[in-house]
């Protein structure tokens, strides 16, 4: 079979044949990859430069993706930590982490789509106590899993999702997916009165924005709760004392370790019948693995997802 390896932490993964998976663990099956998705944390994880990674090397990137088992079912996997990822023809999955997806679903847009949903997804329905009539605050929801966000927390009865980031050309659509105000995030007064704050930027940047929107706020009393759930500006933000003394802030991350597995799982398939169903809009595009080389480190409003 073919597979994309990566052999080295500064360079992108070689297309190229590989020895058959086997499977070996108990229930383990060896599964098609139909398409598997270029996710900032296939990156981050393939790099080791994120807190899950095992750093090992040779590994076969990937995640997550959309597989067809051995009774020709589609099913939605993700990976526990392996060295044979989804960047394959085929892999080695564990049932159990795994979600069998309804007839007529399209495998790119479900593979694409998982992902960056689940973070907000599981931040909102395992990670805080969030409920209907709430108002929430999207840091960094231009991007990918931002974009997700503002249309999951509507979905999930938001009263106002405030839609923040740099790019005001790419502000300007989210109103269409379901955000009732954009800022930018020199604009944190016009979001002082929410009641959560998905943030996917952190670094400098959320720091920065944290005590104007606190000061603002009507009644520094009421709750606010921080989800620290990306980190594109920096793994450290330095958060002021007084954010933490003269507001009920608190701050939470979600994540790989901070919610179990378990949890994760239990999601996959109210999740994936809301992408199958339309009710999120995916950006997508559909590249051959064999491109993998020249796709792994292009910018581009659209993810990436890996077909045969």
Avoid: C
């Avoid at 997508?284 to 792994?296: F, G, I, N, T």
């Amino acid at each position: 079979m073919h597979a994309a390896v990566l052999t080295s932490f500064d360079a992108p993964p070689v297309y190229g044949e590989q020895p058959e998976p086997v499977a070996e663990g108990r229930g383990e099956m060896v599964v098609e990859v139909l398409a598997a998705a270029l996710h900032l944390l296939t990156r981050a994880k393939a790099t080791g430069a994120h807190y899950s990674s095992t750093s090992a090397l040779p590994l076969v990137p990937g995640v997550d993706g959309v597989v067809r088992d051995e009774a020709g079912k589609l099913r939605y996997a993700v990976l526990d930590d392996t060295a044979l990822g989804t960047f394959a023809d085929r892999t080695v999955i564990d049932p159990r982490r795994s979600v069998v997806l309804p007839d007529g679903v399209d495998p790119v847009q479900i593979a694409a789509a998982m992902n960056p949903a689940m973070s907000s997804w599981v931040a909102l329905r395992r990670r805080i106590e969030f409920s209907a009539g709430q108002r929430v605050l999207v840091l960094g929801a231009t991007g990918n899993a931002g974009r997700m966000a503002v249309q999951i927390a509507k979905r999930f009865g938001a009263a106002q999702v405030i839609a923040a980031g740099r790019d005001a050309g790419r502000l300007a659509a989210l109103p269409a997916l379901g955000a009732d105000e954009t800022i930018t995030f020199d604009q944190a007064e016009r979001a002082a009165d929410v009641d959560v704050v998905l943030d996917y930027v952190w670094g400098e940047p959320s720091a920065r924005t944290m005590v104007p929107l606190l000061t603002a706020r009507a009644d520094r009393g009421a709750p606010l709760t921080w989800v620290q759930i990306g980190s594109v500006a920096g793994p450290t933000a330095p958060v002021p004392s007084v954010a933490l003394r003269s507001s009920r802030l608190q701050i939470v991350g979600s994540g790989i370790g901070s919610v179990p597995a378990r949890e994760f799982v239990e999601e996959l398939p109210m999740l994936a019948e809301a992408v199958a169903e339309g009710a999120l809009e995916v950006r997508a595009r559909a590249v051959p693995l064999s491109r993998v080389a020249e796709a792994w480190g292009a910018q581009s409003d659209d993810r990436v997802v890996f077909v045969p």
